[in-house]
């Protein structure tokens, strides 16, 4: 299977990347630069992802996805929680499953109480501050784990997509035991795409999601009957309010 290394630029280069193009991706090390913190700080959060409860919600009849959601309002530097609330697509975003409240378990304590977590919701929030000014940002919050439960795991059982916001970021935070899992992202009105695997545990891929659309290929255990999974934070940012208000 060919594997195309990721088109990563450096932490500075980032907002001119995203407004020219429509995605700009970071390796690890621009990652950390971006954020102003050590790898440490990073590594602290992923425990999160070992206690991750199923995904009910999938037509696909798959087993193969778990996750949290939370809710959150940036502003600047403030980072306000937010109620529960059920993650909520229109059809015209999600053709699988859109149409649905999806009540999923909230983010656990343990997590939003690190420093780190904060610093993320932060700095991502000021990506797209600059990119369509600044405002109060309604963040959506997706810590995923897709694994090969059943021979294959489905990170975007709804191919490409848009999510109906004005930012996405997803952030790789490991691989485990697989194959497959590329990033794909196109032009929305045109003909260019690109294809890239990331593979750095905490690289991200940052999207204007009126520009492109994007899906990720399915992933297949690397060694036949052993489990492998992706784990994925993807943080979704949208002015006026939350997707279904």
């Not at 991706?25 to 971006?34: E, H, P, S, T």
């Not at 009910?56 to 996750?67: A, E, F, M, P, W």
């Not at 060694?223 to 992706?230: D, F, I, K, Q, S």
């Amino acid at each position: 299977m060919a594997h195309f290394d990721p088109p990563t630029v450096a932490a500075d280069q980032l907002d001119a990347t995203l407004a020219r193009q429509g995605y700009a991706v970071l390796g690890a090390a621009a990652v950390r630069a971006w954020l102003g913190l050590d790898a440490a700080a990073l590594t602290a959060l992923q425990p999160a992802w070992d206690d991750l409860p199923p995904d009910r919600y999938l037509k696909d009849g798959g087993r193969y996805r778990r996750r949290r959601h939370g809710c959150f309002v940036v502003e600047g530097e403030a980072v306000r929680p937010m109620p529960e609330r059920p993650h909520y697509q229109p059809v015209e975003y999600n053709a699988l499953h859109g149409g649905m409240r999806r009540w999923f378990a909230p983010l656990t304590d343990a997590l939003v109480a690190q420093p780190a977590w904060t610093r993320l919701l932060q700095r991502t929030g000021a990506v797209v501050s600059a990119l369509k000014g600044a405002q109060p940002w309604y963040v959506e919050a997706h810590p995923f784990r897709i694994d090969t439960t059943g021979g294959i795991g489905r990170p975007t059982p709804e191919g490409a997509h848009r999510d109906g916001v004005d930012l996405v970021a997803v952030f790789l935070v490991g691989r485990h035991g697989i194959k497959g899992g590329e990033s794909r992202v196109f032009e929305a009105d045109g003909p260019n795409g690109q294809r890239f695997t990331l593979t750095e545990p905490w690289s991200v891929l940052l999207l204007d999601d009126a520009r492109v659309i994007h899906e990720t290929t399915p992933i297949q255990p690397q060694t036949e009957g052993v489990l492998g999974w992706r784990d994925t934070l993807v943080l979704t940012y949208r002015a006026g309010g939350f997707l279904g208000d």
